[in-house]
C-alpha cells in the first residue's frame, strides 16, 4: 500500500461518538491528505499538510480537525460524528512530484 | 472553488471494445493525473501530464492533455477484464499543492 497504514480498517459509530483515524507513511515524505469518498463523489479533500507543523483546510473540512503530529503521522479526528459522515476515508501522502499515494482506507458507518 | 469535470460516470463495454474517458476544467491546468481504483480498492497512480498536447501510452492506454491544457483524456483499447474499475483524473492549478478530483468513470466489462 505505497508505504502507507491506516488504521482502523472498519469502525461504526453512533451519531455524538468521536474518534480518531491514523495514518502513518514511510517514505519520509513532506505532504500528505485526508479525502473522503462518496458514490459519485469521487475523492474530496477533507485537510491536508504541506510539511510537519502546518494543516490547511480542504474542500470539505467541515466536522473534521486534523493533527500533523510529525513527519510521519497525519491523524484525522471526528469530534462529533454525524450520519453525513459515512464514507471512506483514504489517507494519502506526495513528495516533490505531486504524484499521491493513498493507503487502503477506512470505512467508517455512522448510525 | 475548481472544479473538474468528468464524464461519462458510468461505461460498460464488451470485452474487446475500446474505452474513453473525458475530463474538462474551465480553468488552466497546470498538470493533470490519472489514477485507478479497483473495485474495494484504493487509488493508484497512472500517469502524469505536463506539457500542452501531450500524449502519452502505456500499453494498451493512451493518455492526452488538450492544447489549452484545459481538458484531457484516457483511452484504453480493446478492454480486458483486468481494465475493470473507476477512472479518475485529478488536476492542480500553477502553484497549488493539492489536488482536485474528477467524479471518476466506472468501467465494467462483459467478458
Known amino acids: 500500500n505505497a508505504g502507507v497504514t491506516q488504521t482502523p480498517k472498519f469502525q461504526v459509530l453512533k451519531t455524538g461518538q468521536s474518534m480518531t483515524l491514523q495514518c502513518a507513511q514511510d517514505m519520509n515524505h513532506n505532504s500528505m491528505y485526508w479525502y473522503r469518498q462518496d458514490p459519485g463523489m469521487g475523492l474530496r479533500l477533507i485537510y491536508y499538510?504541506?510539511?510537519?507543523?502546518?494543516?490547511d483546510k480542504g474542500e470539505v473540512p467541515n466536522g473534521y480537525n486534523v493533527s500533523r503530529l510529525n513527519k510521519r503521522e497525519f491523524s484525522l479526528r471526528l469530534e462529533s460524528a454525524a450520519p453525513s459522515q459515512t464514507s471512506v476515508y483514504f489517507c494519502a501522502h506526495s513528495g516533490q512530484g505531486i504524484m499521491q499515494y493513498f493507503g487502503p482506507g477506512t470505512r467508517l458507518t455512522v448510525l | 472553488g475548481q472544479q473538474v469535470m468528468q464524464i461519462p460516470q458510468y461505461q460498460h463495454v464488451q470485452e474487446g471494445e475500446d474505452f474513453t474517458t473525458y475530463c474538462n476544467s474551465s480553468t488552466t491546468l497546470s498538470n493533470i493525473q490519472w489514477y485507478k481504483q479497483r473495485p474495494g480498492g484504493h487509488p493508484v497512480f497512472l500517469i502524469q501530464?505536463?506539457?500542452?498536447?501531450e500524449v502519452k501510452k502505456q500499453k494498451r492506454l493512451t493518455f492526452q492533455f488538450g492544447e489549452a491544457k484545459k481538458n484531457s483524456s484516457l483511452h484504453i483499447t480493446a478492454t480486458q477484464t483486468t481494465d475493470v474499475g473507476t477512472y479518475f483524473c485529478?488536476?492542480?492549478?500553477?502553484?497549488?499543492?493539492?489536488?482536485?478530483f474528477g467524479q471518476g468513470t466506472r468501467l465494467t466489462i462483459n467478458p
Open positions: 499538510s504541506a510539511s510537519e507543523g502546518t494543516t
Open positions: 485529478a488536476a492542480s492549478t500553477q502553484g497549488a499543492q493539492k489536488l482536485v
Open positions: 501530464l505536463v506539457k500542452s498536447g
